[in-house]
Nanobody, 111 residues
Framework: QVQLVESGGGLVQPGGSLRLSCAAS????????MAWYRQAPGKERELIAS???????NYPDSVKGRFIISRDNAKNTLYLQILSLRPEDTARYFC?????WGQGTQVTVSS
């Protein structure tokens, strides 16, 4: 079973950008579905971006146009580019695939 490790979070000013990474312990080329979720304090975990190994991506309307999911099969890594960060993007961001969750990486947007 693949393990997932997120990185790239941090403290960012509003309007800034970040690229989160999710490194897998094994090959991701055969993983049909990979996704990013986030969970803010006191809120439920929500799906924010998904990607299939056929190249299909999906985003909820709340992040469409600002979040970009991609995968690099050669590096066994899933990415999430976040543009124009807002304070409401503050949350812990998790990588998911095939029933496996990473430990998450914290993103805090504040001036």
């Amino acid at each position: 079973q693949v393990q997932l490790v997120e990185s790239g979070g941090g403290l960012v000013q509003p309007g800034g950008s970040l690229r989160l990474s999710c490194a897998a312990s094994g090959s991701i080329s055969s993983l049909f579905f990979m996704a990013w979720y986030r969970q803010a304090p006191g809120k439920e975990r929500e799906l924010i971006a998904s990607n299939t190994n056929a190249g299909t991506t999906n985003y909820p309307d709340s992040v469409k146009g600002r979040f970009i999911i991609s995968r690099d099969n050669a590096k066994n890594t899933l990415y999430l580019q976040i543009l124009s960060l807002r304070p409401e993007d503050t949350a812990r961001y998790f990588c998911y695939s095939g029933g496996v969750w990473g430990q998450g990486t914290q993103v805090t947007v504040s001036s």
